[in-house]
C-alpha cells in the first residue's frame, strides 16, 4: 500500500501540472482570438503598463492605436512591437500624440481613429497622472490638472467614441484604475478624488449601456510595481498602521495588469480588483468598520508628522 501511494503521488502531480499547462495555453490561444482584428485603442502606451498592454494585444494580432505625449518614445514602442512580431500575424500599430490633460485634442483625435478604421472595438483608459503632498500644500490649479488628466481626459475620449459603439451595438471599454478610487489614502487627496470621479462615472455608464451590448470593464491594481522592486517581510509586531500601509503599497507588476486586462477583455468581466489580501480587507473594513478605518489613517498621519525627515 505505502508503496503503491509513493507511485501514485508524482503521478497525480504529474497529472495536475499537465491540465494546467493544457488550461493555460488554452486561456491564451482564445485570449489571441477574442482581440484577432480588433482595433484597440491604448491610452498612455508608453508606460509601463501600457507598453505591455501594446504587447500582449499586438501579439493577440489587434489593430492598435497606440496613444501618447512623447512621440520618440512612441516611436521606440512601435520599433520593439515590429522587431518582435510575425508580419503575417499582426498588424502595423497607428501611432497617435495625445495629451489627456488637453481636453482640446481629445475630440479632434477621435476622429481621426474612427476615420482611419471607422470604428473602434475596445478602448483602454490607461492614463493617470499622480501627485502627493498636504492637501494645503497642493495648488488648485495643480488640482484641476489632475483632474484633467484623470477624470475630464478618459471620459472625453469615450464620449467622442461610445456613439460608435452604440451605433454597432458592440465595444467594450476598459478603465484601469487604482484602489484609490475605493478608499482615500493621506496625501494623496487630488489623486484620489480624480479616481473616485472616474469609477463613479464609468459605474453608471455600465448600466447605461448594457442593453447595447457594450460592455464597460474596471481593473484596480493597488499600484503598479517597478521590475526587480520586492515587498520588504512583514512584521506584526510594529504597529498596525505601518503594517496596514506597507502591505497596502505592494502593488503588482504591470506584466501582470495587462494580463489581466486581456482576460478582462476576453472574459467581459465588469469589475476586477488585483491586490493581496490586506488591501482587500482594508476597503471591506472602510465599508463595514469606517471608524476603525480612520482612526488607523489618522494614528498613521500623525505618526509620521511627528518623525523628522532624514536629511
Given at each position: 500500500m505505502g508503496v503503491t501511494a509513493v507511485l501514485i503521488l508524482p503521478l497525480l502531480l504529474l497529472g495536475i501540472s499537465g491540465l494546467l499547462f493544457i488550461y493555460q495555453e488554452v486561456s491564451?490561444?482564445?485570449?489571441?482570438?477574442?482581440?484577432?482584428?480588433?482595433?484597440?485603442?491604448?491610452?498612455?502606451?508608453?508606460?509601463g503598463l501600457g507598453k505591455e498592454c501594446a504587447r500582449v494585444f499586438h501579439t493577440g494580432g489587434a489593430?492598435?492605436?497606440?496613444?501618447?505625449?512623447?512621440?520618440?518614445?512612441?516611436?521606440?514602442?512601435?520599433?520593439?512591437?515590429?522587431?518582435?512580431?510575425?508580419?503575417?500575424?499582426?498588424?502595423?500599430?497607428?501611432?497617435?500624440?495625445?495629451?489627456?490633460?488637453?481636453?482640446?485634442?481629445?475630440?479632434?483625435?477621435?476622429?481621426?481613429?474612427?476615420?482611419?478604421?471607422?470604428?473602434?472595438?475596445?478602448?483602454?483608459?490607461?492614463?493617470?497622472?499622480k501627485?502627493?503632498?498636504?492637501?494645503?500644500?497642493?495648488?488648485l490649479e495643480l488640482d484641476k490638472k489632475i483632474m484633467d488628466a484623470n477624470y475630464f481626459g478618459p471620459i472625453t475620449l469615450t464620449k467622442a467614441l461610445l456613439p460608435n459603439?452604440?451605433?454597432?451595438?458592440?465595444?467594450?471599454?476598459?478603465?484601469?484604475?487604482?484602489?484609490?478610487?475605493?478608499?482615500?489614502i493621506p496625501f494623496r487627496t487630488a489623486y484620489a478624488a480624480s479616481k473616485h470621479a472616474v469609477l463613479g462615472f464609468f459605474d453608471c455608464l455600465r448600466a447605461e449601456v448594457e442593453e447595447y451590448d457594450v460592455v464597460v470593464s474596471t481593473v484596480s491594481p493597488t499600484f503598479i510595481?517597478?521590475?526587480?522592486?520586492?515587498?520588504?517581510?512583514?512584521n506584526w509586531e510594529a504597529p498596525i498602521?505601518?503594517?496596514?500601509?506597507?502591505?497596502?503599497?505592494?502593488?503588482?507588476?504591470?506584466?501582470?495588469?495587462?494580463?489581466?486586462?486581456?482576460?478582462?477583455?476576453?472574459?467581459?468581466?465588469?469589475?476586477?480588483?488585483?491586490?493581496?489580501?490586506?488591501?482587500?480587507?482594508?476597503?471591506?473594513?472602510?465599508?463595514f468598520f469606517p471608524e476603525f478605518f480612520f482612526a488607523v489613517v489618522a494614528c498613521g498621519v500623525k505618526e509620521k508628522l511627528h518623525v523628522p525627515e532624514e536629511g
Open positions: 491564451r490561444l482564445w485570449s489571441k482570438s477574442a482581440v484577432q482584428n480588433k482595433v484597440v485603442v491604448i491610452t498612455d502606451a508608453i508606460s489593430r492598435l492605436v497606440l496613444c501618447g505625449k512623447n512621440w520618440e518614445r512612441l516611436e521606440n514602442l512601435y520599433d520593439a512591437l515590429v522587431s518582435v512580431a510575425d508580419p503575417s500575424k499582426t498588424f502595423t500599430p497607428k501611432l497617435v500624440l495625445l495629451d489627456l490633460a488637453d481636453i482640446g485634442c481629445v475630440q479632434d483625435v477621435a476622429k481621426e481613429v474612427l476615420d482611419c478604421y471607422g470604428c473602434v472595438d475596445i478602448l483602454i483608459n490607461n492614463a493617470s497622472v501627485v502627493k503632498g498636504p492637501a494645503d500644500k497642493i495648488s459603439m452604440i451605433s454597432r451595438r458592440t465595444g467594450q471599454i476598459v478603465l484601469v484604475n487604482n484602489i484609490q478610487g475605493k478608499l482615500g510595481r517597478p521590475y526587480r522592486v520586492h515587498p520588504s517581510p512583514g498602521w505601518k503594517f496596514f500601509f506597507r502591505k497596502l503599497a505592494y502593488g503588482v507588476h504591470a506584466v501582470d495588469v495587462a494580463e489581466e486586462v486581456m482576460r478582462t477583455v476576453r472574459r467581459k468581466k465588469q469589475e476586477v480588483f488585483m491586490a493581496n489580501p490586506i488591501p482587500k480587507a482594508a476597503v471591506y473594513v472602510r465599508t
